[in-house]
């Protein structure tokens, strides 16, 4: 049960993150629960290993090329859900801040974008 909730609160934020930036668009809820699924299984696939392949750079980047990977897997969200679509790099990396804050006003412990 406490997933769900998870899950459907992640869907919220993906909501109002999408309704608050300009070039984010998500159709339906159900499309933003299937955007909050794909971007927890792509962050737990695939992050560690873009953390670990880009490490030189986020090494010399003091770790703000973590931001850049962030919008990277939203963006790659965006290819995978149909019904969800971003514009560019800059509106995912300014949808990761806000999803990040949605989520963390929401309570959750487990962020969608890290």
């Known amino acids: ?66 931001i850049a990977i962030n919008a990277f897997m939203i963006m790659l969200a965006g290819s995978l859900v149909d019904g969800f679509h971003v514009s560019g790099f800059w509106s995912a990396l300014i949808f990761s801040f806000v999803l990040s804050f949605l989520q963390s006003v929401f309570g959750e412990t487990e962020d969608a974008t890290k």
């Open 1 to 66: 049960m406490n997933w769900l909730v998870k899950v459907i609160l992640s869907a919220v934020a993906v909501l109002g993150s999408a309704y608050l930036i300009p070039g984010i668009n998500v159709d339906t809820f159900f499309t933003a629960i299937v955007v909050s699924l794909v971007l927890s299984i792509i962050n737990l696939v695939f992050r560690p290993l873009f953390v670990i392949l880009t490490l030189p750079i986020t090494f010399i980047t003091f770790g703000l090329f973590l």
